[in-house]
């Protein structure tokens, strides 16, 4: 099945461009040289809105399914000024990354609309016999976490940096599944640095890194004696989970189970359903909505699943193509300003097409106001909180929604 729907979405894709050459040679605003083109796209641009503004993107009617190119162009940059208010009352976890530095600002004005910020900054080595270390504490901002927390005040956001298990070796990962006592000395080692830098808890990156090669229960037994460690300090533990991909289920409805009294959240990444050898959408709704509801059927444990938002996207070609963030994407509206985007309600998904200086064809998604809004309703409706991966990425006007 999973083989059949991208085969599928190859066959849209065929057409989508088989229609962009229909178009091209029909329509007769693509005629004449390039750079005419170019300047008279330009000058019909309007001016873009930007800052804080006295309507939200839902009063001025911005979250619809048809959009121009220019719309977006328009009014990206500009968000309502109540930015403490809130419209997700679920827990709405917030990926930074010092790479996409945006984030940091995106936090610090809108910290009221998150419960928890998740600064990707950090690593756990293990350096021999119990002995371990947090690297990356030098991107550590103590004041940026003020700030944070400042703007999230009425909210109590915490900040919960991620931990990654940096260049560990089958021996390392063999140590802390089978031996109680390194658990323990890791534990100490995290703790210390939560308490050094007044974390909140982490959130923790494993799960999708070794569940395919090592038995389950010594993995289950592992993130048990950690999270009940945390939580006998106060601390919050968030467990990063894979969804599910075809047949592949490295996460199931048992270890939920397991694992369910025990850790704050589990942040589930349901994004990167496409990838440049099987160009297609992000995340297509009802995949989302499958991947969660096979995590549990109880609608009063779902508030501790965190529904995976990408708010990066993709640029495809014929030859490959990768992840595009925000202003990326801004540059390719450019260059098509009055198109109308596309919108698969199979998929809930916007999308592009145009070329490029070298006439080759492009296939862009990214997410709108309105596959970002049917994603928040999908949330409220299956009861679950939300993960952004991650908020440099975005958009200024998403957190109008949030
Ligand atoms: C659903 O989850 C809640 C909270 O953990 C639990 O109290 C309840 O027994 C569960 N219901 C079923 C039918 O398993």
């Given at each position: 099945m999973f083989l059949s729907k991208n085969f599928i979405i190859l066959i849209i894709i065929f057409i989508l461009v088989n229609d962009l050459l229909c178009s091209e040679t029909l329509s007769?605003?693509?005629?004449?040289n390039k750079k005419k083109k170019e300047e008279k796209s330009s000058k019909k641009l309007p001016k873009p809105i930007k800052g804080?503004?006295?309507?939200s993107v839902l009063d001025q009617r911005l979250v619809s399914e048809d959009i121009l190119a220019e719309d977006i162009l328009t009014n990206h940059q500009a968000f309502f000024t109540?930015?403490?208010?809130?419209?997700?009352?679920g827990l709405v976890l917030g990926y930074v990354t010092p790479w996409n530095n945006h984030g940091y600002d995106v936090a610090k004005i809108?910290?009221?609309?998150?419960?928890h910020i998740s600064p990707v900054w950090l690593q756990i080595k293990r350096n021999g016999v119990q002995k371990y270390e947090v690297t990356g504490t030098h991107d550590v901002d103590q004041q940026w976490i003020v700030d944070v927390k400042n703007a999230g005040r009425q909210r109590k956001t915490k900040v919960v940096p991620r931990i990654l298990f940096d260049g560990w070796t089958s021996n390392d990962f063999k140590a802390v599944l089978l031996k109680p006592e390194e658990v323990q000395a890791m534990n100490v080692v995290l703790m210390k640095i939560c308490k050094k830098y007044n974390f909140d808890g982490y959130v923790f990156e494993v799960w999708s890194q070794i569940a395919g090669a090592v038995k389950t229960d010594p993995l289950l037994n592992l993130i048990l004696s950690m999270s009940d460690a945390f939580s006998l300090e106060n601390l919050d533990f968030i467990l990063v989970i894979p969804p599910k991909r075809g047949d592949s289920h490295l996460f199931t409805e048992k270890h939920f189970d397991t694992l369910y009294d025990h850790v704050t959240a589990f942040s589930l990444m349901t994004y990167d359903y496409s990838n440049p050898r099987m160009p297609g959408p992000n995340a297509p709704i009802n995949w989302i909505e499958d991947s969660i509801i096979s995590l549990t059927s109880n609608i009063t444990r779902r508030p501790k699943i965190l529904m995976g938002l990408n708010f990066y996207g993709n640029d495809y070609t014929a030859d490959g193509g990768g992840p595009i963030v925000g202003h990326e994407y801004i540059e390719r509206l450019k260059k098509v300003p009055d198109l109308p985007l596309k919108f698969s309600k199979e998929f809930g998904e916007h999308f592009f097409e145009y070329k490029d200086n070298t006439k080759m064809n492009h296939l862009v998604f990214y997410p709108t106001l309105y596959s970002i809004f049917q994603r928040l309703d999908l949330a409220f409706n299956l009861n679950v909180g939300i993960a952004i991966w991650e908020i440099g990425q975005g958009l200024d006007y998403f957190y109008d929604l949030l």
């Open positions: 007769p605003k693509n005629r004449g804080p503004q006295k309507y109540e930015t403490d208010d809130y419209n997700f009352n809108f910290g009221n609309k998150f419960t």
